[in-house]
């Protein structure tokens, strides 16, 4: 299983980046893919995940309405708009046969099965 992601860089406030994943080694409609991404000292974090089979997404509070996680074929993606420099982290896209945890999806890093190397994005003025 090989998950790459790419599309990270420099950008300023309030700019845009779409990151995209490609996946191989994987059925991809088994699995929801997920974003995730850890900011310099911090723990690795959600931020957005979407089944394969449906069009059921999730997203962490301090992005909704700012990014929007999509999949097709092979590969995931993931729309970052008006970008602040919190939001300055490694991205890090990740894939689950546990779609669903109970009622909701699957947001635990901890179960997501594989993992890509990450792509930086930095905002910075």
């Known amino acids: 299983v090989q998950l790459v992601e790419s599309g990270g860089g420099l950008v300023q406030p309030g700019d845009s980046l779409r990151l995209s994943c490609a996946a191989s080694?994987?059925?991809?409609?088994?699995?929801?893919m997920g974003w995730f991404r850890q900011a310099p000292g911090e723990e690795r974090v959600f931020v957005a995940t979407?089944?394969?089979?449906?069009?059921h997404r999730a997203y962490a509070d301090s992005v909704k309405g700012r990014f929007t996680i999509s999949a097709d074929r092979n590969t995931a993606y993931l729309q970052l708009k008006n970008l602040q420099p919190e939001d300055t982290a490694v991205y890090f896209c990740?894939?689950?046969?546990?779609?669903?945890?109970?009622?909701?999806?699957?947001?635990?890093?901890?179960?997501?099965?594989?993992w890509g190397q990450g792509t930086q994005v930095t905002v910075s003025s």
């Open positions: 080694g994987i059925t991809f409609r088994s699995y929801a």
């Open positions: 990740a894939a689950t046969r546990r779609v669903w945890l109970g009622s909701s999806l699957n947001t635990d890093t901890d179960k997501y099965d594989y």
């Open positions: 979407t089944s394969m089979t449906s069009n």
